[in-house]
C-alpha cells in the first residue's frame, strides 16, 4: 500500500510539472537559507564554550567615570589576580594575559612578523582548555623566557611539532626565548587567538604593585554554580583596600573623597560566554560580535524558514481543490478516509524530502559566498552540530504532515455524491477576493516580513552612508599609512627622502591614527592644577606636521611649532574638551592643566590651541575630551599625497624603503579603508540583510506566482463569460490583479509601524545617526507592489487574451 501511494504521489507531482517546482523551489531556497544563517548564529554562540571550566570562568574588568570621561577597560591592574584569589576562597584559580603584539621573530636569518604574542601565567593551561601536542602544560611557562607555540606556528618555523627545546630570537627585543610546548591551534571561536604564548615571567611590568597601571587581562576559576555576582558585590572593599592609598599618594585623594567629587571607579566581572557577545570595552584582545547581530540574523532565519513553510502550505491548500473529483471517485470506488489522508500526507511529504535534498545541495554551492559575506569560516559539518540529521529529517515530516492536514482531512471528509455534483465549486478554496481567507492573511504575512526586510536594509545602507559622508574633522582621502617600526633610526631619513617627490603635500609621524588600529593613552588631567577635580582624557603624542596632514582645523590659538621653545610643555585640546573642562573658548588660551604620575610627580602644560572636534573613535560612541601633546612620533607614517591616483608614488616609495634595508617589507593601508575597516559588522549586515531580504521577496513571489496560476485556472470560465459580454483585456488584468495587490498594501500598513520601531531601537546604538523616514517605507512599498504587479501579470495577461471558446466548450 506505502508503494502504491507513492507512486500515485510521483505520478500527481510530474502531472503538475509547474506547480510542484514552484512549491519545492519556494521550501528549499527557505530551508537553505535558515541553514547558512543557523550555522552562522551557532558559531556565534558558541564562543569560548570548549574550555572544561567555561561556566565557571569570569573575567575582571576595569570600569568607572570621571568628570569628562568614561572608564570602561577589559584589562585591570597587574596585581588584582593575586588580590582576589588571596582575599576570597571563592576564587579558585586566578591566571592573567597580556598582550604583547607582533614581535619580529628572527629564525635562521629569515624574520617572521605575522604571528601574535601574549604573555600569560603558569596556571594558564589549567585555567583554559588548550591542549598540548608536545610539552607539559603544568610547567611549560614556569621559568622566565620561555614560550608554547601553536601547531601552525611550529610547522612554520621548524616544520614540525616535536621542537622543545628550541630556541627563538625576537630581534625587536634582543632576547631569545626556549620553546617548552607545542599546543594546537586556538579555536576560531575563541575571545582571544594568539599563535605565541610567552611566560609571564618575563614580563617586569607584571612584577609591579601599582594599582594605578592596567594592561592585565585577569580570568578567575569559581565554583560551580556560584553566583559571579555575589563576588563582584564586595569587590569595591578590594578598589579602597588597594587603591585608595595610591591614588592618595598620586592625586592627593582616597577613593571615598574621589566618589565624593561625583566619580567612580569598580571592579566587575564578566562571565567567559559573555565575552564575545556582550562587550563594550576598550582595548580589548579582539574584535567582538554583538548579541544585537545574533538576535537580527536569527529573526531573518526565522522569518526565511516561515515565509516558505507558509508558501509552502499556501500552494499546497490551493492546489488540493482541483482534485475534488478525485476524492469522490475513489470514495465511490470504496476508499476509507484513513487511506486518503494517507494519500495526501505521502504526496506532502515526498515534495519536503525533495525541498531537503535540494536545501541541502544549496546551502554547500552558497556556503563559499556565505563564508565571504559574514567574514566566517563556516563549513556545512553533519556531525559538527549534534542532532541536525534527525533534526532535518523531523522537519520534514513535520512540514509534509502539517501542510497536507488540511486537503488530507478536509477533502477526505466530502460525500461522494456531492463532490462530483458540484466538483471544485463546492469547496470554498477560491482566492477571488471575495472574502478575506486563511490563504489571504498568508500571503500579507509573508509581505509583511518581506518589507520588513526591505526597510532594513535600506535603513542599514543609508546609516552607512551617513557614516561615509559625515564630517569628520579630518580629511580621510589620499592618505597613505605606513607601519615604520622596523626603520629605527632610519625614520627620519625616510621621511626627508619621501618629502623630495612633489606628489606629497606633507608627512606626520605619529604612533596615533584617528581610523583603525592605534596607539591608545588615556590621560588624567586637574584643569587649572585643582586636585579636587579630575578629568579622565584620551591623549595623541603628535609631532609639528600632524594637524597640517590629517587636514585638522584649529578654532582657535595654533599649532605647534619650532619658533617656540615651550612647545614641550604646551598642549592642544578639542572643543569638547573645553567644554568638559567647564571653559569656554575665549578664556581657555594659556590656561594650565596638570597630571600626576605613580609617583605623585607633577607635570604642568599650558594649552596653545583649540583643535576642532574630529571623530577619532566609531561614531557607536560620542566625541570625547581629547588633549594632544608634543612628540617627535614613531610607530605610524601617515603621507597626504596630491593626487588620488598613487600607483607610482608607492612603487617609489617602497624603492626609497627598499634603500635603508628594513628587516620588514614595505606595507601600507588607506585612511579610508581604515575608516570603513571600523564599520565592518554595520557593512555585513547590510550586505547579508539585502541578500535574504532579496530572497524572501523571491520566494513570496514564487506562491504568489503559484496562487495567480491557480487563481486563473479557477476563474477561466468566468473570465471566458466575461469576455463574451465585452469585457476588455485591460478590465481582466485589473480584475486579477486588484485583490492580490490589496494584500500587499494591507501587509505594507502592517510592516511600517513595525519596522519603524526595529530599525530605531537599531539606529540607538549610534550615536550619531540618520532619521527614519516617510521615503524608506514608500520606497519599500513602491517595490513590493512593483515586485508582486509583475509576478502576477504574466499569469493575469495570458488569462486575458485567452480565447473564450476555448474556455466555455465545455459548457
Not at 402 to 412: D, I
Not at 494 to 505: K, N, Y
Request: with cysteine.
Amino acid at each position: 500500500m506505502l508503494k502504491n501511494y507513492f507512486k500515485i504521489a510521483w505520478r500527481n507531482l510530474v502531472r503538475n510539472r509547474v506547480f510542484s517546482a514552484i512549491n519545492i523551489a519556494g521550501l528549499a531556497i527557505g530551508l537553505a537559507s535558515c541553514m547558512l544563517i543557523s550555522l552562522y548564529v551557532i558559531d556565534e554562540l558558541s564562543f569560548d564554550r570548549f574550555h572544561e571550566k567555561a561556566s565557571r570562568i569570569v573575567r575582571t574588568t576595569f570600569k568607572g567615570t570621571m568628570q569628562g570621561g568614561i572608564i570602561n577597560e577589559s584589562h585591570v591592574m597587574p596585581p588584582t589576580a593575586a588580590a582576589l584569589k588571596a582575599d576570597y576562597p571563592e576564587v579558585l584559580e586566578s591566571t592573567r594575559l597580556r598582550q604583547g603584539g607582533q614581535p619580529l621573530v628572527l629564525l635562521n636569518n629569515k624574520l617572521y612578523n605575522d604571528e601574535r604574542l601574549a604573555f600569560v601565567d603558569s596556571n594558564f593551561f589549567s585555567v583554559f582548555t588548550l591542549p598540548f601536542i608536545a610539552g607539559n602544560p603544568k610547567n611549560a611557562l614556569l621559568e622566565p623566557n620561555t614560550i608554547v607555540l601553536s601547531e601552525t606556528a611550529a610547522r612554520k618555523y621548524f616544520g614540525k611539532t616535536d621542537v622543545v627545546g628550541k630556541i627563538i630570537a625576537f630581534k625587536d627585543w634582543n632576547k631569545t626565548l626556549r620553546v617548552t610546548g607545542v599546543m594546537k591551534d586556538i579555536p576560531s571561536n575563541s575571545h582571544f587567538r594568539f599563535d605565541l604564548l610567552g611566560s609571564m615571567a618575563s614580563v617586569d611590568e607584571a612584577k609591579a604593585n601599582s594599582w594605578m597601571t592596567s594592561e592585565f587581562f585577569t580570568y578567575l576559576v569559581l565554583p560551580e554554580g556560584y553566583d559571579y555576582k555575589k563576588l563582584e558585590a564586595k569587590l569595591p572593599a578590594t578598589v579602597d583596600k588597594y587603591m585608595s592609598p595610591q591614588l592618595k599618594q598620586a592625586m592627593g585623594v582616597t577613593t571615598a573623597e574621589f566618589r565624593k567629587q561625583g566619580n567612580n571607579l569598580e571592579l566587575r566581572l564578566q562571565p567567559l560566554t559573555d565575552i564575545h557577545l556582550h562587550s563594550d570595552f576598550q582595548y580589548d584582545l579582539d574584535v567582538n560580535g554583538d548579541i544585537t547581530y545574533v538576535y537580527i540574523f536569527g529573526a531573518v532565519a526565522a522569518m526565511m524558514l516561515l515565509i516558505a513553510c507558509i508558501n509552502f502550505m499556501n500552494l499546497s491548500t490551493a492546489g488540493s481543490s482541483k482534485r475534488a473529483r478525485e476524492v469522490g471517485v475513489r470514495k465511490v470506488m470504496g476508499s476509507e478516509k484513513s487511506e486518503l489522508v494517507s494519500q495526501f500526507l505521502t504526496e506532502s511529504i515526498l515534495l519536503t524530502s525533495l525541498a531537503l535534498v535540494l536545501a541541502v545541495l544549496l546551502s554547500m554551492i552558497a556556503l563559499p559566498v556565505f563564508n565571504e559575506l559574514s567574514g566566517k569560516n563556516l563549513a556545512l559539518k553533519w556531525d559538527a552540530i549534534p542532532g541536525l540529521i534527525p533534526a532535518l529529517i523531523g522537519f520534514g515530516l513535520f512540514v509534509g504532515i502539517f501542510a497536507g492536514s488540511y486537503p488530507a482531512f478536509f477533502l477526505s471528509s466530502f460525500k461522494p455524491i456531492t463532490v462530483l455534483k458540484g466538483g471544485s465549486s463546492v469547496i470554498k478554496l477560491s482566492s477571488s477576493g471575495k472574502s478575506f481567507n486563511l490563504r489571504s492573511g498568508l500571503v500579507v504575512f509573508q509581505f509583511f516580513m518581506s518589507i520588513i526586510l526591505i526597510v532594513g536594509t535600506t535603513v542599514v545602507f543609508q546609516q552607512l552612508q551617513f557614516i561615509r559622508n559625515k564630517k569628520l574633522g579630518y580629511n580621510k582621502d589620499q592618505v597613505i599609512v605606513i607601519p615604520t617600526w622596523s626603520l629605527g633610526k632610519n625614520m627620519e631619513a625616510f621621511r626627508e627622502g619621501l618629502m623630495q617627490d612633489s606628489r606629497i603635500e606633507n608627512i606626520s609621524l605619529s604612533g596615533y591614527v584617528p581610523a583603525g588600529p592605534s596607539d591608545n593613552n588615556n590621560f588624567t588631567v586637574n584643569p587649572d592644577g585643582k586636585t579636587d577635580r579630575m578629568v579622565k582624557t584620551l591623549r595623541y603624542e603628535v609631532d609639528y606636521n600632524y594637524l597640517a596632514t590629517l587636514g585638522m582645523e584649529m578654532a582657535r590659538g595654533r599649532n605647534f611649532s619650532k619658533e617656540y621653545g615651550t612647545d614641550s610643555t604646551g598642549i592642544i585640546i578639542n572643543e569638547t574638551a573645553v567644554r568638559t573642562f567647564g571653559w569656554t573658548p575665549e578664556n581657555a588660551m594659556d590656561r594650565m592643566i596638570t597630571r600626576s604620575d605613580n609617583q605623585g610627580n607633577k607635570a604642568t602644560y599650558h594649552v596653545i590651541g583649540i583643535v576642532k572636534d574630529f571623530h577619532f573613535r566609531s561614531m557607536h560612541e560620542r566625541i570625547g575630551p581629547l588633549v594632544m601633546t608634543l612628540n617627535n612620533g614613531w610607530g605610524w607614517m601617515m603621507v597626504k599625497t596630491r593626487s588620488a591616483e598613487v600607483s607610482g608614488l608607492l612603487a617609489s616609495m617602497k624603492n626609497n624603503w627598499d634603500g635603508f634595508h628594513s628587516d620588514m617589507p614595505f606595507s601600507y593601508t588607506f585612511l579610508d579603508e581604515r575608516f570603513n575597516e571600523t564599520y565592518k559588522a554595520e557593512q555585513k549586515t547590510g550586505q547579508i540583510l539585502g541578500t535574504f531580504a532579496g530572497l524572501t521577496i523571491f520566494v513570496a513571489c514564487l506562491g504568489l506566482f503559484g496562487l495567480a496560476t491557480f487563481t486563473a485556472e479557477q476563474r477561466t470560465k468566468e473570465i471566458g463569460v466575461r469576455k463574451v459580454l465585452g469585457a476588455s483585456v485591460a478590465g481582466i488584468i485589473a480584475l486579477l490583479s486588484k485583490d492580490f495587490l490589496k494584500l500587499v498594501i494591507i501587509a505594507l500598513l502592517i510592516a511600517t509601524p513595525a519596522a519603524w520601531w526595529l530599525m530605531d531601537r537599531w539606529l540607538q546604538e549610534f550615536a550619531y545617526k540618520i532619521d527614519v523616514t516617510w521615503w524608506m517605507f514608500a520606497l519599500a512599498g513602491v517595490l513590493s507592489v512593483l515586485v508582486a504587479l509583475c509576478t502576477i501579470s504574466y499569469q493575469s495577461v495570458k488569462a486575458a487574451l485567452m480565447n473564450p471558446v476555448e474556455s466555455l466548450r465545455s459548457e
